[in-house]
């Protein structure tokens, strides 16, 4: 089990490439000096925020009001949604009459797919809101104040900061480095779950009748992708048939491309069929014989 004081990572630089490399770096968790000079860091942010004209969250919420960008109706939509996730799940796991009641696991699916849907609207509906409070005073304190500690709590292992001041994390913020102990400083500090869409109540119940895969993705008896009605698709979300073949959801052949490939004939005026003779794939072979004839 991972330290709550500390953790080591071995972060992969230039992946892929000629230099790709291996480091270690420890990510300790920020002592009470630390967590002090943190606050004021924060602090110092919001009091520049507010001389900035950047709003706070309640401003933001009288001008989302006031712009229609969230209004009651919204708010009232957000609730509905939470409660009808609430209640699928008490269906899922409690049954819809009393404790012990049985239920057939194609049902459980359906409620278990359901909470996905109504979870994505929520998302769907709180993005924009969520969006605009990441620009409030008081989100961008905290992510000062955040900025700080992993400028502060990062090393290397023989016990130096990786980075000498707050300027250098931030001019270094994009690179795997930072990722890595930013992540691993959230976890240790707020908790964060890295497998927080696995424990969700719909894919644990999922995953224990084995209805998805690794990935969460939904899978029938034998193992293959399937969409939400059961029926099978590719990796890429594409609709196919029993042979690996495109298909579309009715079940007729598809190009790679997606258009329908031609299974009508046409008949000219006299009824009789029209013929088309498809042009034969250019070869290496033919190129050259045409190259050869152009230069005589």
């Avoid at 943190?38 to 933001?60: F, P």
């Avoid at 796991?93 to 049985?102: I, P, Q, R």
């Amino acid at each position: 089990m991972p330290s709550k004081k500390e953790r080591t990572l071995e972060v992969v630089l230039n992946e892929g490439t000629d230099q790709e490399k291996k480091i270690s770096v420890v990510v300790k968790r920020p002592n009470n000096n630390v967590l002090t000079e943190a606050q004021r860091v924060g602090a110092m942010a919001w009091t520049q925020c507010i001389k900035d004209g950047v709003m706070t969250k309640k401003e933001l919420k009288a001008f989302m009001k006031q712009r229609d960008i969230w209004d009651e109706v919204k708010e009232k939509e957000e609730d509905k949604i939470t409660s009808k996730i609430k209640k699928l799940e008490k269906d899922l796991y409690l049954g819809t009459s009393t404790k012990g009641a049985k239920m057939k696991l194609s049902k459980g699916r359906e409620l278990a797919i359901e909470m996905r849907k109504a979870r994505i609207e929520l998302r769907n509906l709180i993005a924009e809101r969520i969006g605009l409070e990441a620009n409030t005073a008081e989100s961008l304190s905290d992510n000062a104040r955040f900025d700080f500690m992993v400028s502060k709590c990062t090393y290397h292992p023989d016990g130096k900061r990786v980075y000498n001041s707050l300027d250098d994390y931030k001019n270094n913020a994009e690179d795997e480095v930072a990722f890595a102990a930013a992540s691993a400083l959230a976890e240790m500090m707020y908790s964060l779950d890295q497998g927080f869409e696995e424990k969700l109540p719909e894919n644990q119940f999922l995953k224990r009748f084995k209805l998805v895969d690794e990935s969460l993705s939904l899978i029938d008896k034998e193992g293959n992708l399937i969409d939400v009605g059961g029926e099978k698709i590719d990796e890429d979300g594409r609709y196919i048939d029993e042979s690996g073949d495109y298909v579309d959801k009715e079940g007729n052949k598809v190009n790679k491309d997606g258009t329908y490939e031609f299974t009508v004939t046409f008949l000219d005026d006299d009824g009789k069929p029209i013929v088309i003779e498809e042009e034969a794939p250019e070869t290496k072979a033919t190129k050259e014989a045409t190259e050869d004839k152009t230069e005589e």
